[in-house]
């Protein structure tokens, strides 16, 4: 994404510049001034050689004049949103360290040393945690509080095993040149799930140190919706990982599938006296066979695009397994799939027509014709997902 950046402050010597204190602001009027005044003091009293940056995001209650007088240097970017403001901010920053957080006065920039020494000690990316230094009462809604930051922290663990408690929080601060090379692109609220999902996909050195949160100084609403940026938080996390997305939903399905074939394939399955399970549980293991045979295949698919396009780093464990499944290995597979369906079906249609195309064993036919045509459809779903991933390699 191109940012137009407009500095209306004159060009500095950059040389020897530390750290850069970047607030991103959106008609920040009632907090901004007292926001740049502690981060400017910690800069004197640290004697950390930097600057405080005010991205401005169009504002138009005078903000941009209030950051100047308190002695900031205000860039502004047209483009509008969260991560298009710091997009534009980080681009615009002089120090060789960066640190980040909100204009509203609910963080402390005058506590900035923990940041500072373990970016000196060669981190990366460093995270405040809100969750470990303190949340004062009516800092954090009680939704976002127990719910929405739990839950998404627990989710950034898990799809991708980085080891920090609190995954949202907007005080941070990070290696400049590290952080350009991520090619970070979301304009919105995302653009805090995107910094830490591809540090850690791209195996920067990131840890976390306690910080607190203050309520916020400001009396209008906040530009955080909770539902919306919660939403578009979860949806980027799912997205750049195909395996929870597609993948491990896909093998649960499979296998439940697989195990409902396996035990009503003979005939009916006494559960227990009045539990009977028969050929109406057979087509919904079928069922789950094809649902999870699609979900796989579109993990694949979507794992190769993202390694063509560069969204995704190459995993090492399934690097050679990816290159290996080449468009004419998954059709010889289908194929098979194929023929195995194919061969069911007509067996099926033979015994029929044994019976002179009469009343046949219903239980019996159905099991054959059940799992045959389920051999055909998922034969075709690898063969026409083998082609559309092709399609990806057109251009190359």
């Known amino acids: 994404m191109s940012l137009s950046i407009t500095d209306t402050a004159p060009a500095a010597d950059q040389a020897g510049l530390e750290l850069t204190i970047l607030m ?68 615009a920053a002089r120090g060789r360290y960066v640190i980040m957080g909100d204009a509203d006065d609910s963080y402390d920039f005058e506590t900035l040393g923990p940041f500072i020494e373990r970016l000196r000690a060669g981190d990366e990316l460093v995270m405040g945690n809100r969750f470990r230094g303190g949340i004062k009462p009516g800092a954090m809604p009680p939704l976002h509080r127990y719910l929405g930051n739990p839950v ?51 195996k920067l050195k990131i840890s976390e140190v306690p910080t607190t949160l203050s309520k916020d100084g400001r009396t209008r609403a906040p530009h955080l919706k909770t539902w919306r940026d919660g939403w578009r938080h979860l949806r980027f996390l799912l997205l750049h990982s195909p395996r929870w997305l597609f993948f491990y939903p896909g093998v649960l399905l499979i296998a439940m599938g697989l195990l409902g074939v396996a035990a009503l394939a003979p005939g009916a399955l006494e559960v227990r006296p ?3 399970l028969s050929t109406h549980t057979l087509a919904a293991s079928c069922f789950a066979i094809i649902i999870g045979s699609q979900l796989m295949l579109f993990s694949f698919v979507a794992r190769r695009y993202a390694l063509i396009e560069g969204i995704l780093p190459e995993p090492r464990n399934l690097g050679n397994l990816l290159s290996g499944l080449t468009l004419e290995r998954l059709l010889q597979v289908s194929l098979l799939f194929v023929l195995i369906g194919i061969g069911g079906a007509g067996w099926a249609l033979l015994y029929w027509a044994s019976l002179n195309f009469g009343e046949i064993s219903y239980n019996l036919v159905l099991r054959v014709l059940l799992i045959s045509l389920t051999a055909i459809v998922v034969g075709v779903q690898m063969a026409a997902s083998a082609f559309l991933a092709s399609v990806f390699n057109l251009r190359r």
């Not at 209030?66 to 534009?88: E, F, H, Q, T």
């Not at 400049?176 to 591809?198: H, N, P, Q, W, Y």
């Open 24 to 91: 991103p602001c959106l008609n920040e009027a009632e907090t901004l001034d007292v926001c740049v005044r502690k981060a400017r003091g910690y800069l004197a009293r640290a004697g950390v050689k930097g600057e405080v940056l005010i991205a401005d995001n169009g504002s138009t209650d005078g903000s941009q004049e209030i950051a100047r007088k308190a002695g900031a240097r205000v860039v502004d970017i047209p483009a509008r949103g969260y991560g298009a403001a710091l997009l534009g901010g980080i681009a």
């Open 152 to 202: 998404l922290s627990f989710l950034g663990r898990l799809f991708f095993h980085i080891p920090i408690g609190d995954f949202h929080c907007g005080l941070r601060g990070f290696s400049k040149a590290s952080i350009d090379r991520l090619g970070l692109k979301s304009t919105g609220m995302e653009f805090a799930s995107e910094m830490v999902v591809k540090a850690s996909l791209n």
């Open 274 to 276: 009045g539990i009977r």
